[in-house]
């Protein structure tokens, strides 16, 4: 039987994702969609680590398992780190991607192509019960595109543009962005203190 992860996350990006990575591993991958009775877990947290670190003892505990979680987004220096922990509802709770583009496009029209720096965090908690919890974090850098190109990946991919492949992160195939996406250098990192 193959090795059990469990990801406290309800975004199917992520899922898909992590399905992808630790599929190399052998483990299989199960999500909060499996466990529809788990009410939404609120992110409170001022910092990727602690809304991270919420989610995974929080679905820890309910379980009675070891869990992950992965708490992410974009972080843009002319907007002074915005929409950081915001990312996923920025534009609205409905957490629309379109939305969330088409307003940090909006904020970013002014700012010239040199100001236009930006990267993700990917920020993973692992949690068992009675043992201590732990955080990895992983970033890629990138710079935020004038229009939204490339259909693949999930959320801001679109607009963040990435200078060493002359290509937005939804210009890669699944296979590139796994390669050196934030949450693959999270991964990792993870994977070098698993246990
Ligand atoms: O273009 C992107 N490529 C990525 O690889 C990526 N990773 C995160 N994000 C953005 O950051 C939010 C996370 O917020 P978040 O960690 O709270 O997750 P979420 O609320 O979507 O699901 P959950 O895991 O909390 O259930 C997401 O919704 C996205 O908008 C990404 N955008
Ligand atoms: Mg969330």
């Not at 100001?115 to 732990?134: H, L, M, N, Q, W």
């Amino acid at each position: 039987m193959k090795n059990q992860i469990i990801i406290a996350t309800k975004n199917k990006g992520k899922v898909r994702e992590f399905e992808q990575m630790f599929a190399n591993d052998g483990y299989q991958v199960t999500s909060l969609f499996e466990y529809e009775e788990i009410p939404d877990i609120e992110e409170t947290g001022k910092t990727f680590a602690e809304n991270a670190v919420l989610k995974a003892e929080t679905l820890a505990k309910a379980l009675n398992q070891k869990v992950i979680a992965d708490d992410s987004g974009l972080v843009i220096d002319a907007l002074d780190g915005r929409p950081g922990v915001y990312s996923a509802r920025y534009a609205g709770e409905e957490k629309s991607d379109k939305a969330n583009n088409e307003k940090v496009l909006n904020e970013m029209k002014d700012i010239p192509s040199e100001d236009r720096t930006a990267r993700f965090v990917c920020t993973i908690a692992v949690a068992s019960p009675g043992e201590p919890t732990y955080v990895v974090e992983g970033t890629c850098e990138g710079i935020i595109a004038l229009e939204p190109a490339g259909a693949n990946g999930f959320g801001y991919d679109p607009i963040m543009f990435l200078p060493g492949f002359e290509k937005t992160m939804a210009q890669l195939s699944p296979q590139e962005k796994n390669q050196i996406s934030h949450r693959a250098r999270a991964l990792e990192k993870l994977m070098e203190q698993w246990k």
